[in-house]
């Protein structure tokens, strides 16, 4: 009596069938959407810090010491929490001296110490003061702000719901137009959630206005799908006609 193995017998017929459809093409509908949902900035992150210089490096890193004191005891007062303040390089290099010719010579004339911070802003309203503050105890140094949404999730969920809807309506069309019905969602993908990030550069700003001017603007989040629609059936009409 002659047996079969189970499992490569059902391997064989997946196998077979497998052929037989694969010269069948796909009733899917592939289509992308997007959506975009904005909120205003809560909470900005401003990049501040001090340049110094001295014949000496410990020169150089004291002169520094001192004007960061200023500018920490200067965030201190307008209630700036320890942890919304980190440090982010410090740094000491020599400087070289130049010839004639401006070319960088192996003699050192000076060092150069460079320390940064990160500080957080919770109270957007206060965001002038700050840099004022910074800038007054003797900061040289502003790289930008950045302006963020500290909770965003609601604003994404949004953003993701716009998108979905958006390619459920573009299959729409192209199923009416191709005289057919979208169906069931076979596949849904995320492509990308961007939130473009809002900068503003101080540093000329801080050179010439005794108060900075900032605007805080709106915050954007958009978001990328691609989903796959089973063709349902035929309609019975196509783009209205008979």
């Given at each position: 009596m002659e047996t079969f193995n189970v499992p490569a017998l059902a391997v064989l017929i997946a196998a077979l069938v497998g052929g037989?459809?694969?010269?069948?093409?796909d009733r899917v509908i592939r289509v992308s959407g997007e959506g975009v949902a904005t909120a205003k900035p809560d909470v900005a992150t401003v990049n501040t810090g001090a340049v110094t210089r001295a014949a000496s490096a410990t020169e150089?890193?004291?002169?520094?010491?001192?004007?960061?004191?200023?500018?920490?005891?200067?965030?201190?007062?307008?209630?700036?929490?320890?942890?919304?303040?980190?440090?982010?390089?410090?740094?000491?290099?020599?400087?070289?001296?130049?010839?004639?010719?401006?070319?960088?010579?192996?003699?050192?004339?000076?060092?150069?110490?460079?320390?940064?911070?990160?500080?957080?802003?919770?109270?957007?309203?206060?965001?002038?003061?700050?840099?004022?503050?910074?800038?007054?105890?003797?900061?040289?140094?502003?790289?930008?702000?950045?302006?963020?949404?500290?909770?965003?999730?609601?604003?994404?969920?949004?953003?993701?719901?716009?998108?979905?809807?958006?390619?459920?309506?573009?299959?729409?069309?192209?199923?009416?137009?191709?005289?057919?019905?979208?169906g069931c969602v076979v596949s849904l993908q995320e492509q990308s959630v961007y939130r473009p990030q809002s900068r503003f550069d101080a540093g000329a700003a801080l050179a010439r206005a005794p108060t900075v001017p900032v605007a805080t603007g709106r915050e954007e989040f958009r978001v990328t799908v691609q989903v796959v629609f089973e063709i349902a059936d035929q309609s019975p009409a196509r783009g209205g006609q008979p």
């Open positions: 037989a459809n694969s010269n069948r093409p150089a890193v004291a002169a520094n010491n001192r004007v960061m004191k200023e500018v920490l005891a200067s965030l201190k007062k307008l209630d700036i929490a320890e942890d919304d303040v980190q440090t982010t390089n410090f740094g000491v290099r020599p400087v070289y001296k130049r010839d004639g010719r401006d070319r960088v010579t192996s003699e050192i004339e000076a060092y150069e110490v460079s320390n940064r911070v990160r500080v957080r802003v919770r109270k957007l309203g206060e965001l002038g003061k700050v840099l004022d503050a910074a800038v007054g105890a003797g900061s040289n140094r502003v790289s930008g702000i950045e302006f963020t949404v500290s909770d965003a999730t609601a604003v994404r969920d949004q953003a993701r719901r716009r998108a979905v809807a958006d390619a459920r309506h573009r299959a729409d069309v192209l199923a009416k137009e191709a005289g057919v019905r979208v």
